[in-house]
Nanobody, 117 residues
Framework: QVQLMESGGGLVQAGGSLRLSCAAS????????MGWYRQAPGKQRELVAR???????NYADSAKGRFTISRDNAKNTVYLQMNSLKPEDTAVYYC???????????WGQGTQVTVSS
């Protein structure tokens, strides 16, 4: 059974916007932190943004001011609004649940974001 499903990626020009969605199972989503991660070719996966079950957020420096993470607990969905996209944002974006610093569930399929210059 698929526990996470990322969507919303695509090809966009620099300066454009995308909103990524991650639909999760209720069991995985409820009461847990949710994070967005990305992995570019030849690079390690990195944390982009995280939101706690209570709504507190933190961002990578590269994302601050441009990206916004949010969650809809009623829909068991976490979002990543990405504005002012840059070519260096090009990566596969993943979401993952976390509790007490431990990953829960597994990595989803990810969604490809490609930003052209």
């Amino acid at each position: 059974q698929v526990q996470l499903m990322e969507s919303g990626g695509g090809l966009v020009q620099a300066g454009g916007s995308l909103r990524l969605s991650c639909a999760a199972s209720e069991r995985l989503f409820s009461g847990n932190d949710m994070g967005w991660y990305r992995q570019a070719p030849g690079k390690q996966r990195e944390l982009v943004a995280r939101i706690t079950s209570g709504g507190s957020t933190n961002y990578a420096d590269s994302a601050k001011g441009r990206f916004t993470i949010s969650r809809d607990n009623a829909k068991n969905t976490v979002y990543l609004q990405m504005n002012s996209l840059k070519p260096e944002d090009t990566a596969v974006y993943y979401c993952r649940a976390q509790k007490y610093g431990i990953y829960l569930g597994s990595w989803g399929q990810g969604t490809q974001v490609t930003v052209s210059s």
